[in-house]
């Protein structure tokens, strides 16, 4: 069965996730920090595309220890397993993923990838294959369902959020909007990719809540089916 999925982001009051520079930037203040470290915790794993890995190369690991023990005493892993969509096995092998954060961390091939790459990734960590030539989101889910994976929150970036949102394969939006600007045309979005022309195609929401935290606001947005 497909987990539950959770996208959750930050963005700016106009909509940008990053800088037109792509860098990690800081959107969202202490609060909001804690609401994703403990969504996080609560999550049976984190995932985010490889042009997330390979512009800020994210440990995605869980900052509050008692989180941590929370999860051991409900009898789950201590860390949510950590997950890299990157059709072509290009995860760098000294990434912080591999080096910090205690959570397993498991990279999604396509079957398309070289064997090489593949090889070197599978003596660092678990590697699973969906799609031929680019990773089917779809397969992915159903594998990592079978892998015990009940709930999966998506954290980004914008082109692995469109797929996700376009092809329908989530059930939450939780989106915190921060209070500030990023600007800029080539900066990445809360979703880019190709975009929809036809009206009747949008994937539909239902808000279900919006909440000040810190000096923005968390919007949760449910899937209209
Ligand atoms: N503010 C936030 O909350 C937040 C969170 C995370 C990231 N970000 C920002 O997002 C930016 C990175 O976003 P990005 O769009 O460049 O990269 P991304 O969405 O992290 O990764 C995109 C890559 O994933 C791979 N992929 C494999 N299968 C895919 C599929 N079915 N659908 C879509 N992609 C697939 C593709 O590369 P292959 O074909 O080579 O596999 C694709 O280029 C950075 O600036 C980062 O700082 C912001």
Not at 102 to 113: Q, T
């Given at each position: 069965m497909k987990p539950y999925v959770i996208i959750n982001a930050a963005m700016s009051a106009d909509g940008k996730i990053s800088t037109p520079l792509r860098k990690q930037t800081k959107i969202s203040g202490a609060d909001d920090f804690t609401r994703v470290d403990?969504?996080?915790a609560e999550s049976d794993a984190v995932l985010v595309g490889i042009g997330t890995v390979k512009t800020d190369d994210p440990s995605l690991?869980?900052?509050?220890?008692e989180l941590a023990d929370a999860r051991v005493k409900a009898g789950k892993p201590a860390h949510p397993m950590r997950v890299v969509v990157d059709s072509h096995a290009e995860m760098p092998l000294d990434s912080d993923m591999f080096k910090k954060g205690?959570?397993?961390?498991?990279?999604?091939?396509?079957?398309?990838?070289p064997e090489e790459k593949i090889a070197a990734l599978s003596e660092k960590t678990t590697?699973?294959?969906a799609g031929d030539t680019r990773v089917d989101l779809s397969e992915m889910l159903e594998m990592l369902g079978e892998m015990g994976v009940k709930q999966l929150m998506v954290e980004g970036g914008s082109t692995i959020l469109w797929s996700f949102m376009s092809q329908r394969l989530f059930d939450e939006i939780r989106i915190y909007v921060g209070a500030l600007i990023i600007g800029g045309k080539t900066s990445?979005?809360?979703a880019d990719g190709e975009g929809f022309t036809e009206v009747d195609e949008f994937p539909r929401l239902t808000l279900k809540s919006a909440e000040k935290i810190d000096d923005g606001i968390l919007l949760t947005w449910m899937k209209k089916e």
């Open positions: 403990a969504l996080r690991r869980l900052k509050s220890e205690l959570g397993e961390v498991v990279i999604v091939v396509s079957r398309a990838a590697v699973i294959k990445p979005t809360f």
